[in-house]
């Protein structure tokens, strides 16, 4: 089974920025739509940014002006940058991708195992 692995997250002052990068494992040979989402502590999941396959985005509203996800289909990886990072930004990122085609055949709704991101005031 392919693995989403997630890096990047970590102590982060406020104002500052971070990216989070987030890699499929081996074996993959067609990504569908590439999200991040986060969950803080007592609130619930929330989407905060993904990419379709054909490059179209989506965005929540509180990172609109802030955020930027991006996606490299050659190494199976995608990218979300958080500027001018807020104490409210403080989750736990999560990577998933809706579909992919593998080498063990369709792979649904996979999800990484997540990254913390604290940001203090």
């Known amino acids: 089974q392919v693995q989403l692995v997630e890096s990047g997250g970590g102590l982060v002052q406020a104002g500052g920025s971070l990216t989070l990068p987030c890699a499929a494992s081996?074996?993959?040979?067609?990504?569908?739509?590439m999200g991040w989402y986060r969950q803080a502590p007592g609130k619930q999941h929330e989407l905060v940014a993904r990419?379709?396959?054909?490059?179209?985005?989506n965005y929540a509203d509180s990172v609109k002006r802030r955020g930027t996800i991006a996606r490299d289909n050659t190494k199976k990886t995608v990218y979300l940058r958080i500027d001018s990072l807020k104490p409210e930004d403080t989750a736990a990122y999560y990577c998933?991708?809706?579909?992919?085609?593998?080498?063990?055949?369709?792979?649904?709704?996979?999800w990484g195992q997540g990254t913390q991101v604290t940001v203090s005031s």
């Open positions: 998933n991708v809706d579909r992919m085609g593998t080498s063990w055949g369709p792979q649904l709704d996979t």
């Open positions: 081996v074996g993959v040979f067609t990504i569908g739509t």
């Open positions: 990419i379709f396959s054909d490059g179209n985005t």
